[in-house]
């Protein structure tokens, strides 16, 4: 794996400063993040931050800004705004912008799916829930572990609002400040899908963190990998379908030839009435 210098670093924070808005200094072993409170951040630390990413890649600029925006967070606000401002977020396992292991509060049966803390209005988006590192929390003094069980009764709350529109809605769509991979992290949420199936498991498919569709027997089999594909990839969900029972989410095995199926298909003659559900 390679490891980036400080000439690599210096220029990939740059870039995070003129592209993302955020305000730093340069300095020779790090970068000065400006402020009422100015906060040195080392290059080792913008290593951490990177975690494996080329930094050259857009991966890499969206988790280097990402930890400045959440040190600058941190720093800025109050334990008890934080507090109020906290909110349950869930991601893959393997989502770019997962924070590492010391972020997740809980990882639900499956091991697809880990919840964890994000602050609500703390970005350039006053409607948004943005996740700030564990350590950018650590680093304030800010220890959020107390406000875990407020955020999930939240979570339930917005995951038994989802379940009420499943009679009406084979979509699933964000609700209040959750998005569809974290209500997914819900045991309400998971309780209603799994009880509108006699056999107690349930297939979701959840390409990209703001929409997830239940009736994949009206869904192209190649749907869900090529739509997670086409979506960009902080805002990517599961890039194949999940099975979902009122304790587990886990993803559906690898393999298999789902485009080939689709390409079998005969042409149709009224490409404009499709009967297929694809949105």
Known sequence: MHLPDSVELRRLAL?????DDVDIVPLDDGVLLAGADPIEVSWLELRRALAGADPESDLARARIGAWLHGRRIAADRDEDELRLLARPVGLPVDHPLHPGL???RHRVLGGALDLGFGFL???????AVTIVPQAALDAAGVNPSPWWPVA???LERMGAVAAERLTTSSTLRPIGDCDVVTLLGSASLRAALCAQDG????????PMRNRGWLDLSRIDPAFTTAAAAATVEIERGFDRPLLVTLDEVTLAPAGGRPAEIVLRDPATATPDLRNVLFR
């Open 15 to 19: 870039a995070v400063s003129v592209l």
């Open 152 to 154: 999930r009764d939240y």
């Open 102 to 104: 010391d972020w997740v």
């Open 199 to 206: 056999t107690g498991l349930r297939a979701v498919a959840v």
């Open 121 to 127: 209005g703390v970005g350039r988006d006053p409607d």
